[in-house]
């Protein structure tokens, strides 16, 4: 019986990734932000449209390294519907998080409830860009100014991603993208932050490098953190076909809404004004439907189609912060209990996407 996994990896084709790493063998250098490293951020500028890059081997690290580097203190109001690594980012710099809920139509904090959650302790909002839906930018840009507050995004899905015609990673102080291997874009591991202020960019390449500065003193406590030759090559090679790539996951996705919307006790993810997508995953909320979310869950598996429970729990009850930190999110919660990303990549075929939404509507 053929696996359905809920995401699958792009790869360049062999012969453009030899190509591309064959230099590597006469240059000998395979790390520290070497040729690759650079060409690659230059790129990405370019791409995303943004002033400024800086490459991370990781999307987690990335993360860390840029709330480290704008010497954040106290609180930080952020949102508990996401991946583990945002609040982990938030814990591990010694800031503590303030849960907002989101809103039930896009997932992504609710920008009108983050006003109450500011105190003279707050220093930062880290809003959560979900699904490749992005947050209110515009409105919390506002916020941000009236309380004097630093806005980093953790963009982790967001790749690609323009508003009004503006790259995503325009907006906040910083932001956050994943290269993960299942995500849209990969570079196999990797991440980068998009930020405003060119002079973060010596603290970050310290960060990430030991606290090293350009003068070999160690300056900064730092980390190792960064991308390495290999990652950057698969980075410059997947850019050349990431425009084909969306387009494929589009027409997935367009597939699905076919056969899904209008379904009774289904909620589809709704398209936003302004925004061309990215289509980094179908999510799909059960509520009030003939099965509940678990249900549908284990009947795609006895099929071998693998769906997740993308984002449950919350990590706001997670075993390690449980109780710890302040947040009333029922509706993020709510959400938690009921979504399901079913599989999309671009390797689906027709076929695939009717089995596995007959299997959902059977």
Known sequence: MKKIQVTESTLPTYEDYIEEIKDLWNSKWLTNMGSKHSSLEVKLEEYLNVKNVNLFTNGHLALESVLDSLDLQG???TTPFTFSSTTHAIVRNGLTPVFCDIKESDYTIDETKIEALITDKTSAIVPVHVYGNICNVEEIERIADRYNLKVIYDAAHAFG???KGIGIGNYGDASMFSFHATKVYNTIEGGAVTFQDSMLNEKLNSLKNFGMGSDGEIELVGSNAKMNEFQAAMGICNLKDIELRIEEREKIVEQYNKLLEGTPGIKINQSQDHV??????????????KKTRDEVLEELAEENIYARKYFYPLTSDFKVYRNEYKGHTPIARSIASKVLTLPLHPFLTQEDINTICSIILK
């Open 75 to 77: 609180e930080v109001i």
């Open 161 to 163: 991603i323009t508003f």
């Open 276 to 289: 061309k997508n990215n289509y980094s995953y179908y999510p799909v909320v059960f509520d009030q439907y």
